[in-house]
C-alpha cells in the first residue's frame, strides 16, 4: 500500500455548450459555449480541514463535494475551488424579440416614475442579451463527475509526493543506523575508561592519606562510586531503544497507508533517545553522534508531518 503526502494539487476543466437548447420565440438557438473549472489543492493538517470557493450557481453542490472529498482524503487542509466561464460563440449576440419586448415594458415603467432616466443603448441591450443568453448552460451534470476525476488526480499527486517522502526518510534511516553502529562499540570502552578513572583517583586519594583508613574500605568504597557512574553513563538501553524505533518506522514505510500519525509519535520516541543518549555521554565521539541523530531525526520530523 503507497504512503499518502496530505500535500498535492490537481484540476480539471469541462467544455460544454448549449447548443441543443430550445429555440426562442424567433426560432433562433443560442449557441452558448463555456468551460467548467474543478481544482483541489491540500497541504499539511492534523486533521481533515475542507473549505470551498464556489461560484453561486454551484453552491448547492457543496454537501455533496464535501461528501466525497471525505470519502477519498483522511487528513490535510483541502482548498476546493470551482470556477464557471461561459461565452457566445459568436461576438455578437441576436437578442430574441420576447426579450426586446420585455426590455420596452421595463423600461416604460421605470420611465413613468424616472422621467430623466437614460434610455438602454444597443450596447446596453447587447451586454443584457449576453447575460440571458449565458444563463442557459447548466453545468449542474457534470460538476460531480468532475470533481471525481480531480480527486482522482489529486491522490496520485499525493502519491508521488508521499513516495518521494518515503525515499527520503528510509535515507535518513540509514544513517541513522550507521551512526547507532558507531555507538555500540563506545558503550563498553567508556564504562571501562571511567571505572579506570576511579581507580586511578582511589590511588591517588590512597598516597595522600595516613593509612589511618583500612585500605580494603577506601577501595570497596571507590569499586561503589565507580560502578555507579558506568550506570549513569551506560548508554546501552538507549541504543536499543533507538534501533527498535527505527525497525518500527522502517516497517510502517514499507507497509504504507495511513502511517502519518504513528510515525509522528515515532520520531518524538526517536527523539528523546537521541536527547538523552547525549545528556549521558561521558565521551565526546558520543555526543557528536547525539548531535548528528537529533539533526537527521528534526529533519524526518518535517517530512513526517506531511505525511498522512
Same mark, same amino acid.
Given at each position: 500500500?503507497?504512503?499518502?503526502?496530505?500535500?498535492?494539487?490537481?484540476?480539471?476543466?469541462?467544455?460544454?455548450?448549449?447548443?441543443?437548447?430550445?429555440?426562442?420565440?424567433?426560432?433562433?438557438?443560442?449557441?452558448?459555449?463555456?468551460?467548467?473549472?474543478?481544482?483541489?489543492?491540500?497541504?499539511?493538517?492534523?486533521?481533515?480541514?475542507?473549505?470551498?470557493?464556489?461560484?453561486?450557481?454551484?453552491?448547492?453542490?457543496?454537501?455533496?463535494?464535501?461528501?466525497?472529498?471525505?470519502?477519498?482524503?483522511?487528513?490535510?487542509?483541502?482548498?476546493?475551488?470551482?470556477?464557471?466561464?461561459?461565452?457566445?460563440?459568436?461576438?455578437?449576440?441576436?437578442?430574441?424579440?420576447?426579450?426586446?419586448?420585455?426590455? $420596452?415594458?421595463?423600461?416604460?415603467?421605470?420611465?413613468?416614475?424616472?422621467?430623466?432616466?437614460?434610455?438602454?443603448?444597443?450596447?446596453?441591450?447587447?451586454?443584457?442579451?449576453?447575460?440571458?443568453?449565458?444563463?442557459?448552460?447548466?453545468?449542474?451534470?457534470?460538476?460531480?463527475?468532475?470533481?471525481?476525476?480531480?480527486?482522482?488526480?489529486?491522490?496520485?499527486?499525493?502519491?508521488?509526493?508521499?513516495?518521494?517522502?518515503?525515499?527520503?526518510? $528510509?535515507?535518513?534511516?540509514?544513517?541513522?543506523?550507521?551512526?547507532?553502529?558507531?555507538?555500540?562499540?563506545?558503550?563498553?570502552?567508556?564504562?571501562?575508561?571511567?571505572?579506570?578513572?576511579?581507580? $586511578?583517583?582511589?590511588?591517588?586519594?590512597?598516597?595522600?592519606?595516613?593509612?589511618?583508613?583500612?585500605?580494603?574500605?577506601?577501595?570497596?568504597?571507590?569499586?561503589?562510586?565507580?560502578?555507579?557512574?558506568?550506570?549513569?553513563?551506560?548508554?546501552?538501553?538507549?541504543?536499543?531503544?533507538?534501533?527498535?524505533?527505527?525497525?518500527?518506522?522502517?516497517?510502517?514505510?514499507?507497509?504504507?497507508?495511513?502511517?502519518?500519525?504513528?510515525?509522528?509519535?515515532?520520531?518524538?520516541?526517536?527523539?528523546?533517545?537521541?536527547?538523552?543518549?547525549?545528556?549521558?555521554?561521558?565521551?565526546?565521539?558520543?555526543?557528536?553522534?547525539?548531535?548528528?541523530?537529533?539533526?537527521?531525526?528534526?529533519?524526518?520530523?518535517?517530512?513526517?508531518?506531511?505525511?498522512?
Amino acid at each position: 500500500m503507497p504512503v499518502y503526502s496530505m500535500t498535492g494539487y490537481a484540476s480539471a476543466q469541462h467544455n460544454g455548450n448549449n447548443g441543443n437548447v430550445p429555440a426562442d420565440a424567433d426560432g433562433k438557438t443560442t449557441g452558448m459555449t463555456g468551460q467548467l473549472g474543478l481544482e483541489i489543492r491540500s497541504v499539511n493538517s492534523r486533521f481533515l480541514d475542507i473549505s470551498f470557493r464556489l461560484p453561486d450557481d454551484l453552491r448547492s453542490f457543496e454537501p455533496a463535494l464535501r461528501e466525497l472529498v471525505q470519502g477519498r482524503l483522511k487528513r490535510g487542509k483541502v482548498e476546493v475551488r470551482a470556477f464557471i466561464e461561459s461565452r457566445n460563440t459568436s461576438e455578437i449576440s441576436d437578442p430574441s424579440s420576447r426579450l426586446l419586448q420585455r426590455l $420596452n415594458i421595463v423600461q416604460d415603467g421605470i420611465k413613468a416614475w424616472l422621467p430623466a432616466a437614460a434610455s438602454l443603448s444597443v450596447a446596453d441591450v447587447i451586454r443584457i442579451a449576453n447575460n440571458d443568453n449565458t444563463q442557459r448552460i447548466d453545468w449542474s451534470p457534470f460538476v460531480l463527475e468532475l470533481a471525481q476525476q480531480v480527486l482522482q488526480g489529486l491522490a496520485a499527486a499525493r502519491q508521488r509526493e508521499g513516495e518521494r517522502l518515503t525515499t527520503m526518510l $528510509n535515507g535518513h534511516l540509514d544513517q541513522l543506523r550507521k551512526l547507532v553502529q558507531q555507538a555500540i562499540p563506545l558503550i563498553p570502552q567508556l564504562v571501562e575508561q571511567n571505572r579506570q578513572r576511579f581507580l $586511578n583517583r582511589w590511588k591517588e586519594a590512597m598516597a595522600l592519606t595516613d593509612n589511618s583508613v583500612p585500605p580494603e574500605a577506601v577501595m570497596d568504597r571507590a569499586l561503589t562510586e565507580a560502578t555507579a557512574f558506568a550506570i549513569r553513563i551506560d548508554v546501552a538501553e538507549e541504543i536499543t531503544r533507538l534501533g527498535a524505533h527505527l525497525d518500527e518506522i522502517g516497517r510502517l514505510l514499507q507497509k504504507g497507508g495511513e502511517v502519518g500519525k504513528r510515525l509522528d509519535f515515532l520520531i518524538q520516541e526517536l527523539h528523546r533517545e537521541a536527547n538523552t543518549l547525549g545528556s549521558k555521554s561521558a565521551a565526546l565521539e558520543l555526543t557528536h553522534i547525539s548531535v548528528d541523530m537529533k539533526v537527521l531525526i528534526e529533519q524526518m520530523r518535517e517530512q513526517v508531518q506531511n505525511l498522512e
